[in-house]
């Protein structure tokens, strides 16, 4: 595997673990609606802590999908699409595999389908 292509697979990874919990799907959710917004805003719209939040929007942080901005005395987060689409991309690729793969799977058994009526 090439430094490139373990890279890429490292940032897909990291975005999957990152959206695997509900709360931080919802924070993206959230941040994708307003624009950006703070911590405190962000936790008065959920069932966490202030504190938890902030945990959250570092793993997001980690994994590209937010960039924290400091404006004064907060911090103002926002969606960063990048490591989203190159998920996302990654994930249709995967699925083309996959419909590529059923296709010729399709395409043998009609084969032998139509092969044995041949010889019936």
Known sequence: MTDGARGAGEAVDSVLVALADPT????????????????????????????????????????????????????RYAVRPTALDATARWMAALAADWDRRLANIKRVAEAAEEAERDTR
């Open 24 to 75: 931080r799907r919802q924070l993206l959710e959230l941040l994708a609606a307003k624009g950006e917004a703070t911590a405190t805003t962000l936790a008065e719209q959920l069932p966490v802590s202030r504190q938890a939040v902030v945990k959250h929007l570092a793993v997001l942080d980690a994994a590209g999908l937010v960039s924290g901005t400091r404006v004064g005395r907060e911090v």
